[in-house]
């Protein structure tokens, strides 16, 4: 097998504020999530087609909805709630990072997005478990993908 495998614990979840000028860490996240997206496909099949197989276009593509889900401090609530005050026109920025492969990159590869956010309560908990809130996010515009710098 070539490459490197990664450990979701190796992955830096971080979001920015104030347009990707500064980055903190998701305090307390439990997940990493990196949104699918998944386009609409046109049906652009004409009479003129002679094999008898349909003929597609890209249309629209929809970015999913997402959660991070944190363990609940007063600190981890807070940072929540201050990326759900964004304006819906400045989408609060996720980043997630990932580790260099030591035998060929400096720096690891990184995917990012603009998602609005709606901090969710946590619904019903168990006795036996630790408090969680999800960070419910719908992605804004593309996921990016930025390849690690090579050696």
């Known amino acids: ?12 979840l971080e979001y920015s504020l104030d347009d ?11 997940n990493v999530v990196i949104p699918d997206e ?11 087609v002679t094999d008898r197989r349909k003929r597609y276009g890209r249309g629209m593509v929809d970015v999913s909805e997402a959660a991070i889900n944190c363990l609940y401090t007063t600190e981890s609530y807070k940072a929540a709630k ?5 304006p819906d026109t400045s989408p ?5 990072t990932f580790p260099a492969n030591t035998e060929t990159q400096t720096t690891g590869d990184a995917f990012e997005w603009g ?37």
Do not use: C, H, Y
């Open 115 to 151: 998602a609005l956010v709606q901090v969710g309560g946590g619904g019903e908990q168990n006795v036996d478990g630790d408090l969680e809130f999800p960070i419910n996010m719908r992605t804004q515009g593309a996921v990016t993908w930025t390849e690690g710098a090579a050696i």
């Open 20 to 30: 990707g000028t500064t980055w903190l860490e998701v305090p307390e996240a439990k």
């Open 82 to 86: 201050s990326m759900e005050a964004r």
């Open 1 to 12: 097998m070539t490459g490197m495998v990664i450990g979701i614990d190796e992955i830096t």
């Open 92 to 96: 609060v920025l996720f980043r997630a």
């Open 38 to 48: 998944t386009p609409e496909w046109r049906d652009r099949t004409t009479l003129n």
